[in-house]
């Protein structure tokens, strides 16, 4: 089974019956974690206990991205049977913010800890990480296996190793946090549904899945818009979709 399933996709606070960014990556029975934000660790359960977690990666520090690791840990940290320390990959600060909650459990304790960027070997896949653009220090990833590509912009701003990032994925997961064109050539944090057709085009990829939505978007313009920019299949994710992967 090779599935992507979205937990959540609102960008800086989850809508009513919604959640914050978060995805479970599925492929041949190793399960990835691709960001944990706010109230994504319940929708988490829904598709297998926190026990069957093995890797999680988290793309930066806000807690939009990045709260719901600490529910993670303390299912961790009290099961009966703690076993072995997941390995976390992350950019600097996450640690630290996450563990600003938790006052008597040590998150490395149920991590280990990678930063990220950076490449690694994550159970089946190659992971490549590489620095974009963001308010706070962020890595978007690449993760690869036999017959499967999936590129993940995160929270990030446009930036041209987007382009290397997505380079002829099966799918890419791009943040269209903005609607309308974009604000003008000035560097810029967060990317449009339009920014993200187009470098979903240069990229070469497959299909385009849009998430980390702003409360109260509407989500078909942002599809219309991605569609202008990208002539490939575009996809809005929605809480529990499962977009399958081959």
Do not use: K, N
């Amino acid at each position: 089974m090779r599935r992507l399933t979205v937990l959540g996709t609102c960008g800086g606070w989850p809508e009513a019956g919604r959640a914050a960014s978060g995805f479970l990556l599925e492929y041949d029975g190793f399960r990835l974690v691709l960001d944990l934000g706010y109230a994504t660790f319940p929708r988490l359960l829904e598709h297998c206990h926190g026990s069957d977690v093995d890797a999680v990666v988290v793309t930066h520090e806000h807690p939009d991205h990045c709260a719901d690791l600490s529910a993670l840990c303390r299912e961790r940290y009290f099961a009966a049977d703690r076993g072995p320390r997941v390995p976390l990959y992350c950019t600097p600060g996450v640690i630290e913010r996450v563990q600003a909650m938790e006052p008597t459990e040590d998150l490395l304790d149920v991590f280990d800890v990678h930063r990220l960027p950076g490449a690694h070997r994550v159970g089946p896949f190659h992971l490549d990480a590489v620095p974009l653009p963001h308010h706070v220090p962020h890595a978007g990833v690449r993760v690869t296996a036999p017959g499967l590509t999936l590129a993940y912009s995160g929270d990030a701003g446009p930036d041209a190793a987007l382009a290397e990032l997505g380079a002829a994925a099966d799918l890419f997961v791009i943040g269209a946090t903005l609607q309308g064109p974009p604000p003008g050539d000035d560097p810029h944090h967060l990317m449009s549904a339009l920014e993200a057709g187009t470098w979903a085009t240069r990229a070469g990829a497959r299909r385009l899945l849009l998430t980390h939505f702003w409360p109260g978007s509407d989500r078909a313009l942002s599809v219309a818009e991605a569609r202008s920019t990208f002539a490939g299949e575009v996809i809005a994710a929605d809480e529990g979709r499962i977009v399958e992967l081959g």
